[in-house]
């Protein structure tokens, strides 16, 4: 071991010492082989297949450090630099960092630079899924249809915040979310109460979406039974008996879709409410559809066979069979 108290040695040592400790301290030079991130952008969107191996080497060289770069490159005025600034923002080893601006992507005048950032937060799932989901209620058509995309790439992460979307008053939202969750078909199953509740509207073409959704997704029954009870009620635990007039309203819209596996259990449901759901059952009977009328009809003279005489000629004589009118 040298002993730096020696006098000869601390001489010869010392200029040594003093000149690696400059070159810690002052930065080195940027050397002419390290790519800017706007290069590697430009050329991982390149159409030449040569020149985006060429920018797949260079950001495997520069690493998460080309994160701000890239970032920057999305709003360049090349749409080949913004796609391969997208893309490579999908290679970094962390793309949510770059979430913001992600999102951001979804709006870009390009087509393929808006599927390329779905296709990224697609594969980002339930971190991004509230994010893009809020996307739904976007003025521009090309944000919602690019955050449509995401959603329906992210499958079953997506499913919460989709529920989450359908608790909003704004039924063109509510109605895309619905669709997104059909495509999913039974990995859409943990939204049936969301979707179940969000029927609670006064827009017919939303429950019509609603309930199709529903169908296809072909929920348990006895779930839709007891979530169908709840409906009008902010509570969750109060006795049947007391359920059934606040629930019967929206359950009745549900029986202009006859012959539909929603519309069999919103009958079966008011059946079982009985004269809690009287009140429903005759201000359809006086203004519903033929549909409504006429499930109407048959669920009231269960109430009160009385009833069957004093029925309109129209339903006396379609539902003469059912009820046994002479």
Do not use: C, W
């Not at 050397?31 to 952008?41: E, H, I, T, Y």
């Not at 073409?205 to 296809?216: C, F, P």
């Not at 009985?274 to 005759?282: D, I, Y």
């Amino acid at each position: 071991m040298l002993d730096l108290r020696h006098p000869f040695l601390v001489r010869r040592l010392l200029p040594v010492l003093l000149f690696t400790l400059a070159a810690t301290l002052v930065p080195g030079p940027v050397r002419a082989s390290d790519p800017d991130a706007r290069s590697v952008a430009a050329q991982l969107g390149s159409a030449d297949a040569g020149q985006r191996a060429v920018g797949l080497s260079a950001l495997r060289q520069v690493g998460q450090a080309a994160l701000p770069g890239l970032l920057k490159a999305l709003s360049d005025t090349s749409a080949e630099v913004r796609r391969g600034a997208v893309l490579g923002l999908a290679l970094q080893p962390s793309p949510a960092l770059a979430l913001d601006g992600l999102l951001e992507a979804l709006g870009d005048p390009d087509p393929a630079v808006r599927f390329l950032a779905a296709r990224t937060l697609a594969r980002l799932g339930g971190l991004a899924a509230p994010d893009v989901a809020r996307l739904l209620a976007s003025p521009k058509n090309n944000v919602r249809v690019a955050a449509a995309l995401a959603l329906s790439r992210m499958g079953p992460d997506a499913v919460p915040a989709l529920a989450e979307t359908l608790r909003r008053d704004d039924p063109p939202v509510q109605a895309k979310a619905a669709l997104i969750l059909e495509s999913m078909g039974q990995n859409a199953r943990p939204a049936v109460p969301a979707l179940i509740r969000a029927l609670e509207t006064d827009d017919m073409r939303l429950v019509h979406v609603l309930a199709e959704t529903l169908d296809l997704i072909g929920p348990d029954p006895a779930l839709v039974f007891r979530q169908m009870t709840l409906l009008g009620s902010a509570g969750a635990n109060q006795p049947f008996s007391r359920l059934g007039a606040a629930a019967a309203p929206t359950l009745v819209r549900l029986l202009a879709r006859p012959g539909t596996p929603m519309a069999q259990m919103a009958l079966y449901t008011l059946a079982r409410m009985g004269r809690q759901a009287e009140p429903a059952l005759r201000a359809a009977l006086a203004t519903g559809t033929e549909g409504q009328r006429a499930a109407a009809a048959l669920l009231l003279t269960g109430i009160d066979p009385d009833l069957a005489h004093s029925l309109p000629e129209d339903l006396r004589r379609s539902l003469g069979g059912a009820l046994h009118l002479n």
